[in-house]
């Protein structure tokens, strides 16, 4: 009886798994490609920012060297500053503004994921 039942159970595994394999109108099905939506500006801020504070913190974990922090680092500032600057067509914003800017937000982000013990320890 338990040979029986042992059977049918390999039976039904090989079923299973073989019939997708064996499936004749497997390669009529149709994926549909994702749309290339272009993202909006406080998304494309969002992964800019959130990139900064991930190198910031492999940094501080000692996951990355200071060359690669500082390449790193250099590279998404840049990419910060650009979309600032396509964000900010204001007349009279200088680079050094938008830098400024930049610094501001990130020191902002540091300190809310830092939480509210970064304030007392300085």
Known sequence: MELVIGLIMI????????????QKDIHNLK???AKNIPLGYEQQKEIVMSSIGEIEFDFNM???T?????ELKALYKEKA???LKD?????GVTEKD???????????????????DANEKG
Do not use: T, W
Request: aromatic residues 4%; charged residues 30%.
């Open 11 to 22: 039976a039904g595994a090989i079923a299973i798994i073989g019939y997708p394999l064996i």
């Open 31 to 33: 994926v549909k490609p």
């Open 62 to 64: 000692h996951k990355l």
């Open 66 to 70: 200071v060359d690669d922090y500082q």
């Open 81 to 83: 500053v650009q979309l």
């Open 87 to 91: 964000h900010d067509k204001v007349s």
């Open 98 to 116: 938008l830098l400024r800017k930049l610094e501001e937000e990130i020191e902002a982000d540091l300190k809310s994921l830092k939480g509210p």
